[in-house]
């Protein structure tokens, strides 16, 4: 591959892999002596298949690491420079955040909240968030917190799940020019919810809302407490949040992450990754609703002391500058964006980019979703101008940080657009084949994982059962990703989309169960199978093919419209379909299944392919007439 990629930046630490390849639980052993634990481990890695123990008796305090270390050199530092939507900003130093983290978790203990206890976050971006998680991990809450994008039922089924006797929320947020009433999302919620105690609600825009008596707003109870609260000393394996995503059967399910272990793969994965100095600006596009916001947002660049921008809105708003001006107005050194971020900037041209000074970058990555080679090398040439490295990151809720990924921060290798190139040291991946054998160069296989990591989940919240059979029982001992690979000739890693019934819309993670119970749900619908096809800004969209109950007669246009809505109320705006085709069958095999290969196939106008397993191939004409009409 060409040598135009083979930007490094000065690093080149052999010893490193070498350590990692001959013993990875002394190396990772290493690696977490990099934090500040109030005792040691007496064991690095219990490993009883699939449960993993790291640093077992060590006892660690997140909160600690992401602030009290920095007090006696930092304080004056700025940790967040944060930008509202509509114009507002701030800034907290370390020593703000400090005493904000310190009250919040004074406030939460006053309201009762004890180690071990859930608490539920749905709130925008703003730095209250951020010094929420930081207060429950302090105490030794658990926190779980909700995309501020998803609706009352899928945030009742969060609560629900893991029993959070607090709920902390906003009146509401700014999301492209409008308010987003949270606090209203909430009260429907939790209305038949008895074991919620408390919700704590913060004023972000001051539009009216409706108070009942567990209602408690955010400024009332920080205005007189103390502002010193010593961090608990945890076990390492204490659990620091639960975070729900989808997966291929039913209900999103809690993503367990404990502490030590976790809080070790980031410390470690944001300086090789990142490279990051104590002069940088990183700015993390990611919500910290979903992984990398909790992982690359809230704890990476807190573990390192370093200045980051954070950002509430949307990338578009009110323009498509808005990204670019960012960067230029605080002088962003290192930018981790997502593909289809990219794409839509890429669509409006080179100019707009163009006009902002952009020379602060000095590297850029992305994440979330494979990225074009196209996409790639115009983030490279206009965003980059061909001096910053990229880092194409890939990793997923369950591995808590990143796991294939270049390291300039570490090494100097050539990059290729559109590959991840080489995991992690300490990280054994491998593409296999259906029986487990490893496949040969450039044969496409299933990604799986060889040995237990320390930024891996430590189960799924209360199902142990389910963590085994969804993620170890495939193959014997060893972590199956969901998601199709290759390793090419040399070595590198070519992320080539889920293998399961996940869908990734715009890097956002959509089960295909819960979108088809949800529409399912309806009562004139008796069947449907939803798939995703190739778009050129969301990478893939969704359609839904819905067969209707037996003798249903209705306008489609209408029922349409009721469908887009209940999908937004079920489960939120990110999993409505582009459209919507209503059949009179579904294809199926002669057991039953539904081949959503062949309407993924008819969606995107592409040959079908094999249909001999088909129980009634008419079925497939007359999709695809239907599909060609509506098209
Ligand atoms: O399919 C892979 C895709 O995102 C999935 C994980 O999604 P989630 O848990 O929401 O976490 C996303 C952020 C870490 C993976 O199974 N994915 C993630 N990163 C990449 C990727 N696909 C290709 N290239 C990537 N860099």
Same mark, same amino acid.
């Given at each position: 591959m060409s040598k135009k990629y083979d930007i490094g930046l000065g690093h080149n630490d052999v010893t490193l892999r070498k350590k990692a390849d001959s013993d990875y639980v002394s190396f990772w052993d290493e690696q977490a002596q990099n934090l500040s634990w109030f005792s040691p481990w007496e064991k690095i890695l219990d490993w009883n298949p699939p449960f993993a123990k790291w640093f077992v008796g060590g006892k660690i305090n997140a909160s600690y690491n992401a602030l009290d270390i920095h007090?006696?050199?930092? /304080?004056?530092?700025?940790?967040i420079l944060w930008e509202g939507e509509n114009g507002d900003s701030k800034t907290y130093t370390y020593g703000d955040l400090f005493i904000e983290v310190q009250k919040f978790s004074n406030v939460l203990k006053s309201l009762g909240v004890q180690k071990g206890d859930r608490v539920t976050i749905y709130l925008p971006m703003v730095p209250e968030l951020l010094i929420a998680m930081l207060a429950c991990a302090r105490i030794g809450a658990i926190h779980n917190v909700v995309f501020s994008g998803f609706s009352a039922a899928s945030i009742k089924d969060r609560i629900d799940d893991s029993k959070s006797k607090i709920v902390i929320t906003s009146d509401g947020g700014y999301r492209r020019g409008k308010i987003v009433k949270l606090k209203k999302i909430i009260d429907d919620a939790i209305k038949?919810?008895?074991?919620?105690k408390h919700v704590i609600v913060l004023e972000r825009t001051k539009n009216e809302i409706t108070i009942s008596s567990k209602d408690k707003f955010w400024s009332d109870l920080m205005a007189?407490?103390?502002s010193s609260c010593d961090a608990e000393k945890l076990d390492s394996t204490h659990p620091l949040y639960i975070l729900y995503t989808s997966g291929t059967t039913g209900k999103p399910k809690g993503v367990l992450h404990e502490t030590g272990g976790y809080l070790t793969h980031l410390h470690s994965t944001f300086q090789w990754a990142?490279? *990051?100095? %104590? /002069?940088d600006v990183f700015f993390c596009?990611? %919500? *910290?609703?979903w992984v990398t916001g909790h992982s690359y947002v809230v704890y990476a660049p807190l573990l390192h002391g370093a200045t980051q921008v954070m950002y509430e809105g949307?990338?578009?708003?009110? %323009?498509? /500058?808005r990204m670019w001006d960012i960067l230029q107005k605080y002088d962003v050194s290192i930018f981790y964006t997502t593909p289809t971020a990219l794409r839509m900037f890429m669509k409006f041209g080179d100019d707009i980019p163009n006009?902002?000074?952009?020379? /602060?970058?000095r590297l850029l990555g992305t994440v979330g979703e494979p990225i074009n080679p196209e996409v790639w090398k115009w983030y490279y040439k206009i *965003?980059?101008?061909?001096k910053c490295p990229i880092i194409d990151t890939w990793w997923q809720t369950e591995t808590g940080?990143?796991?294939?990924s270049p390291l300039p921060g570490l090494e100097t290798i050539p990059l290729k657009p559109g590959s991840g190139t080489l995991p992690i040291p300490g990280v054994k991946i491998s593409v296999v084949d259906e029986f487990g054998t490893e496949v040969p160069p450039n044969i496409k296989g299933y990604l799986t994982i060889q040995n237990p990591w320390?930024?891996?989940?430590?189960?799924l919240w209360e199902d142990d059962e389910k963590y085994k059979t969804v993620y170890?029982?495939?193959?014997?001992?060893c972590y199956y990703a969901g998601d199709y690979a290759l390793k090419d000739e040399d070595g590198y890693y070519w992320i080539l989309g889920r293998a399961d019934d996940v869908l990734k819309i715009a890097g956002h993670r959509i089960g295909t169960a819960e979108l088809e119970s949800c529409i399912v749900g309806?009562?004139?619908?008796a069947e449907s199978a939803v798939c995703g096809i190739p778009d050129e800004i969301k990478g893939d969209v969704i359609i839904a093919f819905v067969v209707l109950k037996d003798g249903i007669d209705i306008d489609k246009i209408v029922l349409e419209k009721k469908l887009f809505e209940k999908i937004r109320n079920d *489960?939120?705006?990110?999993?409505?379909?582009k459209q919507i085709y209503f059949v009179p069958k579904l294809p199926k095999t002669r +057991?039953?299944?539904?081949m959503r290969r062949l309407l993924k196939s008819i969606g995107s106008g592409e040959l079908i392919g094999?249909? +001999?397993?088909?129980? %009634?191939?008419s079925a497939v004409t007359e999709i695809q007439n239907i599909v060609k009409q509506q098209s």
């Open positions: 007090q006696a050199t930092k /304080s004056d530092k700025p940790a038949d919810f008895e074991f919620v007189n407490v103390s990142f490279d *990051i100095k %104590d /002069s596009t990611a %919500d *910290i609703g949307a990338p578009d708003f009110p %323009d498509m /500058s006009s902002f000074d952009l020379s /602060s970058l *965003i980059g101008k061909e940080g990143m796991m294939i320390p930024g891996m989940l430590q189960t170890w029982s495939k193959y014997p001992n309806d009562d004139t619908v *489960i939120g705006a990110i999993a409505t379909p +057991s039953g299944k539904i094999d249909t +001999s397993t088909l129980d %009634d191939v």
